[in-house]
């Protein structure tokens, strides 16, 4: 476990992960994309990249969504 983060968002994204397997669907993880083995980003460009344990702030949403938007299928 990181330090200080609980093991409960992991375990979440295990099951979610799961029932996805075998589906059609694009799936992508904020942990992924926010978190490493040393910790998760918490500032982008000097802004604050979260305000709680569980939201993101523009600069946040900003990260995800550029992540998502490359992963996404083009047809």
Do not use: K, N
Request: aromatic content about 2%.
């Amino acid at each position: 476990m990181q330090s200080g983060l609980s093991e409960r968002p992991r375990e979440v994204e295990a099951r979610l992960r799961s029932v996805l397997s075998g589906l059609d669907v694009v799936y992508v993880s904020a942990l992924d994309v926010l978190c490493d083995g040393r910790g998760c980003l918490t500032t982008r460009d000097g802004q604050p990249t979260t305000w709680d344990a569980r939201h993101l702030t523009e600069a946040g949403s900003l990260v995800l969504a550029g992540v998502i938007l490359r992963r996404l299928p083009i047809h």
